[in-house]
């Protein structure tokens, strides 16, 4: 099930994808509903959704998002390298996503 989350919009970016660079959106303040943070920041592919919310620099953006938890850490067989295996938790599938307001002023 999907919950509702803020955010400011900071940037466009780009990373290395199967087919070469996608665009990406950075997201900095994540809250919650009630207003609680829940990360400092997210990267979102820039999907369709992102593309018609016309962001700008600043803007407040309130989407709709899965929770999902994943596996980070390394799970390679390098014995030279030690980052432990944890859970976490991230945002995925961002729909119904529109800017609110300017957070500058």
Known sequence: SRQKFLGTFVRTGLKNGYKGPLQTVLLTNICDERGTLVTDHLWFNLT??????????????????????????????????????????????????????????
């Open 48 to 105: 369709k959704g992102f593309v018609s919310a016309n962001l700008s620099e600043g803007v407040l953006v309130e989407f709709y998002a899965r929770v999902k938890k994943y596996e980070k850490g390394y799970k390679g067989y390098r014995t030279d390298v030690y980052v432990p295996v944890s859970t976490d938790y991230k945002l995925s599938h961002p729909t119904k996503i529109r800017c609110i307001q300017s957070s500058l002023v």
